[in-house]
Structure formats: structure tokens, C-alpha cells
């Protein structure tokens, strides 16, 4: 007859240890050459972010190592078969009490500064101050693609974007369908695309590259298609590629948004040469029960219908 | 054939095998059942001792029941769910349509939630509550009864939406608008989804009030609020969350029903209609939501480290102050669920604030958890199995929920898989293994005999590692930037290694799941070796264990008065058995078919406004209002069990205590 082996705590918690092991190198060698986008900041914004999360993930292992150790401590030392000879089945401590009330309050209270500032700090509707110009992109997610459009120069693009480095990106974004989110990773946080409402991300590269886009929130079948890749290249090239834009032959207008609005899926780029003025604020106010002045139109919408007004909340 | 009558959109033929092994699952397994009660002249069995029942431990049985079937459709979505996301890879499409996947997310959520965690925590409560305040039911036995037919009906309904129709929302769980609104939902599933949450909604905002009815007024004298053990507190924190956000959830989805059906314009985009109100109320209630399922999770682990640890609860008054605590933040965070919708960064920042908050208090309990077990003599039975596995997967799942309470930080991980492996891991980790637990060491005392403790183990284990296996790699891909509710993904991102890994752990969860099937089986089959005769087997501390195993129908032949916190133990210590006294007759509750077709009519109503027949509605209300008026011209609610009964079950119990 085989030899029983004998199961003790001890064997439990090597085996588990070295099974853990083991799939954490797993887990390495499926990752190791590929892109951790939210921890590759190519900007400003996205590297704060890294940094705070750093900072809380530290914040939390001064709670979570201890309790392992104790916890681990607790378990080989009390045991029912060591029959500790400090067993006291009544045992209170008030002090220890008070103690695990002040630990994580301890930690919350540093956290919780550091949330309020950063909050401010990062909040996505604040303009970026830089001395270089600002580059206007108004953002509008469609049933299953984006459509952005860059007021300043005349021109948009479906499914991809080009921006300068360096230069602050001021993103205007609504939807003309279901809500969808925007959010490129290695830039910066997402922010909410809703129909009929105006909100805001203010981004910034700081060097070239092709970065991932996505829509982050659920807008239906097509949803999962509406990813795009975003070129950071420098100013000149960027200047270059806008002003050949331009010579593109497809136009978008007030009249031709529907078809484009029309559901598709899995849309290749392509580029809109011309822009009708003013398509962004009609897409936004088109849920509007009034008719709008078309001289001041803008200006009032924009102020009724944007997130930012809620500020004062 | 019913299924092309019912049919409201068509069905992508890549999907029809999958849903047509749904169908035949549901309506086979259904007519199995049937069939089987037929046979073995069941029927009336089961119609007297139980469907009619308003016995609280055979309704918690019922529940338990349900949320082990909706349990087994849960994970059945989760397999395909993993199974699509490690195939579906550039040039591959998997094997399901987008529409289809996000069907099957969709159910997941929702069942899992509604109808097995909220289930399990019923169930739970109905089983040990009574028992543990010396109470002989609870406040509103019929009540009572009505709730479990409303949450079942809930169930029955979501499963119909495979036979009739074959749609389901395809929103998510908590439906958005615009996406759940006519407009781009136009099919039923969104209704199906609507319904079958409103009405097992409705159940247990009834069973919040009857509960906290029951600890506030059913009692054992001398058990006052701070003698209450830290479950019943746990349970009515939670009560209290559910009579307060469950209305709100009734009223939002009657918005959103009134906006699908007769075109109100409240969360439409056209029309003055804001989606973000709706965005707004339905985590108004969903966050006091996790309260609900983690509370009582909490409460189940304060019994069980202090009774395998042969010690008082540490820190008790500590512990109740930090459920109040609890319960009171949950109310003041639900908007941390969006910080990404852009309201301004005072708002933010004060939900995010709020948001940790809440982890100070929970950090407290875990201290006292371990120190409860400190200077303890702890015997690992599987339930401090699974509180080992709950401490070590809440801490971390803990630490990314801190994380996601910063509104920057949010800002780059929301609706990502980082995002979803926190949520389950909370859930499963802090909530599921309570219920676990608690079923784990409440088994003998429902039921009179007792579980295999080996495989119990075993099962915990597994299930510690599948989860693990299964949301390490999410974590990791949320940090790679993959969002939830992909149905597709290129290769070039590098996910697909990740993903096999998480279905590896879907697998370990199986295997888990299927030895504690295996160990439930083995348990009835065995289960004249396995009696528990003493009504004690853990050596407990509270006065669930005073009585016998299984408890008689009364519970407690006199109902004890209580001094002290583990009042049991007390009396245990003081030397076990007291004098027998004489004994009084009780007054039970009669059965009553009362919730049963209550519950029906609830079904019937809710299945014609989806496909929108008016005359069967109509049927329905009259039905409603019919089984009223029968009712209250029912005088015989209730019967008398005569003294002398009383004690001739009390003296079979040889050597019981009390």
C-alpha cells in the first residue's frame, strides 16, 4: 500500500505559494512583449494618472501587507492542534480597537487630500496651459464609428486621428446615438459621449507615435468595432497632413450627416476633405425643443447644454 | 410553433444552435421536473409541504433551490462568455454574433445578481434569522410567502425570454439609456429584462420590510439591540438599505417602461428626455445594492471566525458601529459608478472622498476578524476555509476598489477589465463565500445531518483558485487598455493568451462548483451516517444552536430569554440543560396558496405588457385583486399546536438543550 501522505497547514500554503508562482511567470511570458497602455503615458495627463495610481496602489499595500502577515501569522500560531497556552476565549483590547480605527483613517485622510487636489488638478473639462496653440477637435460618436471633425481647419476623419505633439487638444465630444466613451489610454483618461450634451477632454502628447483609441462604454452590436488609432507626429507634419486634408474629395454637410449616421460596423478611415460650419453644435442641438437664433444660436446652447455648467452643483 | 409565434426579431443563424440548446434546456429540464413529480405522485407533496408553505426555513430552502438553478444558467453564460473571448480574434468571429454576446453578458449580470446572490442571501437570512433572535417565524409569514413567489416568478420570467422570443436586453446589466430605449432596442428582451427584475424587485423590497419588522419586533426578551449577534445587525443594515433603494429601482424601471411602451419622453434623447437621470437613479439603488449583498456576507463571517475560534467576538461594538457606518456611506457614493459622465471636479472629488470613506470602516472589521482569531483555538473547518479565501481576495480586490474611488484614476481604468475583475472579485471573493460559509455551517442545523467536511474543503480551495486564475489576467488587461463587453479584439493587441487563461479559471470554478453539487448529492444520499443529533455540531455560541437539528416547526417550544451576547455559550458554560418546564400551545401560521398565485398573476401581467396584449392584463389585475378579496375572507389563517403535542416532540429530543 502506498505511503499516506500527510496534509499539514505547511504543505497547503508551499504548494499554493509555488502553484501561484508559477502562474504569475505564466502570466509574464504571456505579457512580456506587448502594450500596457494605461502604464505607457505618451502625455502629460496619462503620466499624473500613472503616478497617482502608483501612489495609491502603494498607499494600499501598507494596509493589505500587514494584514497578509498577520493573518498568515495568526493561522499557523492559533491553530486548534498547537494548543497555544495564550488561548483567552474572552480576549477584548479596546486600544487595538482604536488602532484599527486609525490606521485606514490614517491612510484615507492622506488619500483623500491627495484625491481632492488631484481631482482639481486633472479634471478632465480644465483647459491645458501651454504657450503652444490649441488644437480644436469636436468628437462624435455614431452608431458603430467616430467622427471627428477639426473646426479649425475645415476638416474631419472617421475612425482616426491625427494630432501634433506637444500642442494641447481640446476635445468637444456628444453623441449621435447611444452613450459612448472616449478614451484613448496612453493620453489620458475617457470621458462620456451622450446625445444631446456637450462634454470635454483636454489632452496633450508629448511624443509621436500610433496610439489606441476606443469607445469605452457599451452602444450596441457594432460596439466593439469602434477602436482607432491615433498619430501623434510633430508640428510640421501635422501642418502638412491638415492642409493636404483639405484636397480631399468627400464633403460632410448638414444634409449628408444621415447617411453617414447610418449604422455600420467595423468602418475603414477615411477623411471628409470639407465640413460644413457649425455641423458639431447642430449634431449636439438637434434634441432641442426650440429653434435656436441662428446668429447667437451657438453660444446659447453650448451654455445650456454643457457638462461644465454643472459645476457649481 | 410557439417559438416563431413569439418571435419579435430575427435570429442570426450563427446563434440558433446555441439558443436552441437553451431552449431545450429550459423547456426540458421543466418538463423533466414535471414529469418527475407526476410519477412519483409528488404533486401534492410538494404543493402542501412546500410551494404553500409559510414556514421561514422551508421558504429559505426554496430560495436557496432557485439561486442554485439560476446559479448553474449563470455560469453557463459565463462559459460562453469566456469560451467567445479566447476565439474570437482577428480573422476569427468566435462563435457567436455581437448582439448575441451582449444577450449573454447581459443575463449574466442580471441573474447572477438578482436571482442568485439575492437568492442566497434570503435564503440564508430566512433560514437562520428567526432562529438566531428566538423568534418562532417572522413578522409577516405570509408576506413572507408572497416575496419568495415574486422572486421566483422574477426567475421564471427571465428564463421565458429564451422560449418566447429568444431575446434578451442586449444593455448591459443595468440597461442603459438610450441604447435600452425603444429606439435602438426595439425588440422585447429589454422588456423581459425590465419585468423580471421589477417583479422579484418588488418581493424583496416586501421582504426588506418584513425583516426589519421581524429584528425590530420579534425578539427574545432580553435580547436587546446591542445583545443582537452581529448577523441580525448586519441583516438589518442591509433590510434598511433595501426598504430605502428598492424604491428607487421600481420607479426607474416604471420610467423606463412608460418610455417603451406608451412614449413618455423621460430618457429619451428627443423630447426633453435625459439619460443621465436615469444614469443618476439606477445607481442610486445599485450601489446601497452591493451593500445589500456584502452585508449580510459580513455578518455570516463575524459568526463563523468567532465560533471556529472558540472566542468572543472582538471588538463588537466596534463591528456594529462600522455596519451603521457602512450603511449610512453607501447612500452618499453611487456616483463614483460615473465620475467619467463630467460633472465637475468638486463633485467628483466628493465622491470619490466618500468612496474611501467606506473603506475605513470595512478595514476595521477585517482587523477584527484577525483578532478574533487571535489568542483563539481555531479549528479550519471549510467555512474558515472560505473566510480565508474572502480575506485575502477582498484585500486585493479592496486595494483596486480605493483605486477606483480616485476620480483621475478612474478616469483610466472605468468600464475596463480592471474594472470588472475588482466587481466580480468583491462579489465572489467577499460576498459568495460568505453565502458559502454561511451554507456551510448552517447545513446541519436546516437540514439535521451534515456535510462532508473533505470535499467542503476542496470545493473552497478550488474555488479560491479559480478565481484568482480567473481575474489576475483581467486586472492585467485592464491595465492593457481592453475594455469590457468585447466581443472581438485584434490579434495584435496580445490578449488572447490572457483570456485562455481566465477561461482556465472558469474551469477551476467549475470543477468547484461541481464538487459542491457532488458534496449536496452525497450529503442527502448519506445522510442517516451523517445525523446531526446533538442540534450543536460546531459548538456554537448564538441561539440557532439551542435548538434541535432540524429545528421543530415552532423553532423554540419556549422561547428563551436572553443575557448575553453568545447567549448559548452562556448557558453552555453554566452547565447545559435547564428544567424543563411546562409547556404552552403555540399558534402557527396556516399554509396559504396566497403568494403562489399572487405571484402568478405578477407573471401573467408582466408577460402581456411585453408583447403587449391587453386583454390577458386585464385578466391579470382582476386576477390581483380577486386572490385580495378571497384572502381576507380567509378566518382561518392560522392553527393551534395543543401543549401536548408540544411535548411529546420536545421530550424525542433526548438530552436537547434550552
Known amino acids: 500500500m502506498a505511503k499516506r501522505i500527510k496534509i499539514t497547514p505547511s504543505k497547503i500554503f508551499i504548494l499554493a505559494l509555488s502553484l501561484f508562482l508559477l502562474f504569475c511567470f505564466i502570466l509574464f511570458l504571456l505579457v512580456r512583449h506587448h502594450t500596457f497602455a494605461v502604464l505607457s503615458p505618451a502625455g502629460q495627463i496619462a503620466q499624473s494618472e500613472l503616478n497617482l495610481m502608483k501612489f495609491a496602489a502603494l498607499l494600499s499595500l501598507i494596509v493589505i501587507i500587514p494584514v497578509f502577515g498577520i493573518l498568515f501569522y495568526i493561522i499557523f500560531t492559533f491553530r486548534e492542534s498547537k494548543k497555544s497556552k495564550k488561548y483567552a476565549p474572552e480576549y477584548s483590547n479596546v486600544l487595538l480597537e482604536l488602532v484599527w480605527w486609525a490606521i485606514p483613517l490614517g491612510i484615507i485622510t492622506i488619500l483623500s487630500i491627495v484625491t481632492w487636489n488631484q481631482t482639481h488638478q486633472l479634471d478632465p473639462f480644465k483647459s491645458l496651459s501651454s504657450n503652444q496653440t490649441h488644437v480644436r477637435i469636436q468628437a462624435v460618436a455614431m452608431n458603430w464609428k467616430w467622427l471627428f471633425i477639426y473646426p479649425d481647419y475645415g476638416i474631419a476623419t472617421v475612425n482616426e486621428l491625427t494630432i501634433p505633439t506637444d500642442h494641447p487638444i481640446d476635445f468637444s465630444i456628444t453623441s449621435e446615438g447611444p452613450m459612448n466613451s472616449l478614451w484613448i489610454p496612453q493620453l489620458g483618461g475617457q470621458i462620456y459621449a451622450m446625445a444631446g450634451m456637450n462634454t470635454e477632454l483636454h489632452l496633450i502628447a508629448s511624443k509621436t507615435g500610433i496610439y489606441r483609441g476606443v469607445s469605452a462604454n457599451i452602444s450596441g452590436s457594432g460596439f466593439a468595432g469602434m477602436h482607432f488609432n491615433v498619430s501623434a507626429v510633430n508640428t510640421q507634419t501635422f501642418s502638412r497632413w491638415a492642409s493636404s486634408m483639405t484636397s480631399q474629395p468627400q464633403t460632410l454637410t448638414k444634409g449628408t450627416l444621415h447617411q453617414l449616421a447610418e449604422p455600420s460596423e467595423n468602418v475603414e478611415p477615411f477623411v471628409f476633405g470639407t465640413v460644413e460650419n457649425g455641423l458639431y453644435d447642430t449634431i449636439v442641438n438637434q434634441y432641442m425643443p426650440f429653434q435656436l437664433d441662428p446668429d447667437n444660436g451657438k453660444t446659447n446652447a453650448m451654455s445650456m447644454h454643457s457638462m461644465s455648467s454643472m459645476e457649481g452643483m | ?658
Open chain 2, 1 to 658: 410553433m410557439i417559438i416563431s409565434l413569439f418571435s419579435s426579431t430575427s435570429v442570426p443563424s450563427t446563434d440558433r444552435l446555441v439558443l436552441f440548446f437553451g431552449q431545450a434546456m429550459v423547456v426540458g429540464a421543466a418538463l423533466l421536473i414535471a414529469l418527475a413529480l407526476v410519477y412519483f405522485k409528488k404533486v401534492g407533496w410538494l404543493w402542501k409541504n412546500w410551494l404553500t408553505s409559510l414556514d421561514h426555513k422551508k421558504i429559505g430552502i426554496m430560495y436557496l433551490v432557485v439561486a442554485g438553478v439560476m446559479l448553474l444558467r449563470g455560469l453557463a453564460d459565463t462559459v460562453l462568455l469566456r469560451f467567445q473571448q479566447a476565439t474570437s480574434v482577428g480573422a476569427s468571429q468566435g462563435i457567436i454574433s455581437s448582439n448575441h454576446y451582449q444577450q449573454i453578458f447581459t443575463a449574466h449580470g442580471t441573474m447572477m445578481i438578482f436571482f442568485v446572490a439575492m437568492g442566497l442571501v434570503f435564503g440564508i437570512i430566512n433560514l437562520i434569522l428567526p432562529l438566531q433572535i428566538g423568534s418562532r417565524d417572522v413578522a409577516f409569514p405570509l408576506l413572507n410567502n408572497l416575496s419568495f413567489w415574486m422572486y421566483a416568478a422574477g426567475a421564471i420570467l427571465i428564463n421565458l425570454s429564451l422560449v418566447f422570443g429568444g431575446e434578451f436586453a442586449a444593455t448591459g446589466w443595468l440597461a442603459y439609456p438610450p441604447l435600452s430605449e425603444l429606439q435602438f432596442s426595439p425588440g422585447v428582451g429589454v422588456d423581459y429584462w425590465i419585468w423580471s427584475i421589477q417583479i422579484a424587485g418588488i418581493g424583496t423590497l416586501l421582504s426588506g420590510i418584513n425583516f426589519i419588522t421581524t429584528i425590530l419586533t420579534k425578539r427574545a426578551p432580553g435580547m436587546s439591540m446591542m445583545k443582537m449577534p452581529v448577523f441580525v445587525w448586519s441583516v438589518l443594515a442591509a433590510m434598511t438599505l433595501v426598504a430605502a433603494a428598492f424604491p428607487i429601482l421600481t420607479v426607474t424601471l416604471v420610467l423606463l417602461t412608460l418610455d417603451r411602451t406608451i412614449g413618455t419622453h423621460f430618457f429619451t434623447t428627443a423630447g426633453g428626455g435625459n439619460a443621465m437621470m436615469y444614469v443618476n437613479l439606477i445607481w442610486a439603488w445599485g450601489h446601497p445594492e452591493v451593500y445589500i449583498l456584502i452585508l449580510p456576507a459580513f455578518g455570516i463571517y463575524s459568526e463563523i471566525v468567532a465560533t471556529f475560534s472558540r472566542k468572543r467576538l472582538f471588538g463588537y461594538t466596534s463591528m456594529v458601529y462600522a455596519i451603521l457606518a457602512i450603511t449610512g456611506l453607501s447612500f452618499v457614493v453611487w456616483l463614483h459608478h460615473f465620475f467619467t459622465m463630467g460633472a465637475g471636479a468638486n463633485v467628483n472629488a466628493f465622491f470619490g472622498i466618500m468612496t474611501m470613506v467606506i473603506a475605513i470602516p470595512t478595514g476595521l472589521k477585517v482587523f477584527n476578524w484577525l483578532f478574533t482569531m487571535y489568542r483563539g483555538r481555531i479549528n479550519f473547518a471549510s467555512p474558515m476555509i472560505w473566510f480565508i479565501g474572502f480575506v485575502i481576495t477582498f484585500s486585493i480586490g479592496g486595494a483596486a476598489g480605493v483605486m477606483l474611488g480616485v476620480p483621475p484614476i478612474d478616469f483610466q481604468l472605468h468600464n475596463t477589465l480592471f474594472l470588472v475583475a475588482h466587481f466580480h472579485t468583491m462579489i465572489i471573493g467577499g460576498a459568495l463565500f460568505g453565502y458559502f460559509a454561511g451554507i456551510a455551517y448552517w447545513f446541519p442545523k436546516v437540514f439535521g445531518f451534515k456535510l462532508d467536511e473533505k470535499l467542503g474543503k476542496i470545493a473552497a480551495y478550488l474555488w479560491i483558485a479559480g478565481l484568482i486564475c480567473a481575474f489576475t489576467p483581467l486586472y492585467i488587461l485592464g491595465l492593457m487598455g481592453a475594455t469590457r463587453r468585447l466581443d472581438h479584439y485584434d490579434a495584435s493587441l496580445g490578449w488572447q493568451g490572457l483570456f485562455i487563461v481566465a477561461g482556465v479559471g472558469v474551469v477551476i470554478i467549475l470543477a468547484g462548483v461541481a464538487v459542491q453539487f457532488m458534496m449536496f448529492y452525497l450529503a442527502i444520499k448519506n445522510r442517516k451516517k451523517n445525523l446531526d443529533t446533538t442540534g450543536d455540531p460546531w459548538n456554537g455560541r448564538t441561539l440557532e444552536w439551542s435548538t434541535t437539528s432540524p429545528a421543530p416547526v415552532y423553532n423554540f417550544a419556549i422561547i428563551p430569554t436572553v443575557s448575553d451576547r453568545d447567549e448559548f455559550f452562556r448557558r453552555k458554560q453554566l452547565g447545559g440543560i435547564l428544567p424543563r418546564r411546562k409547556y404552552a400551545a403555540i399558534v402557527m401560521p396556516n399554509n396559504s396558496s396566497f403568494g403562489f398565485f399572487m405571484a402568478g398573476w405578477a407573471l401573467m401581467f408582466a408577460f402581456s405588457v411585453i408583447w403587449h396584449y391587453p386583454p390577458t392584463m386585464i385578466v391579470a389585475l382582476l386576477g390581483v385583486i380577486g386572490t385580495f378579496i378571497v384572502r381576507t375572507f380567509d378566518d382561518t389563517t392560522t392553527h393551534i399546536i395543543p401543549a401536548a403535542e408540544i411535548e411529546a416532540i420536545e421530550n424525542k429530543r433526548a438530552g436537547a438543550l434550552v
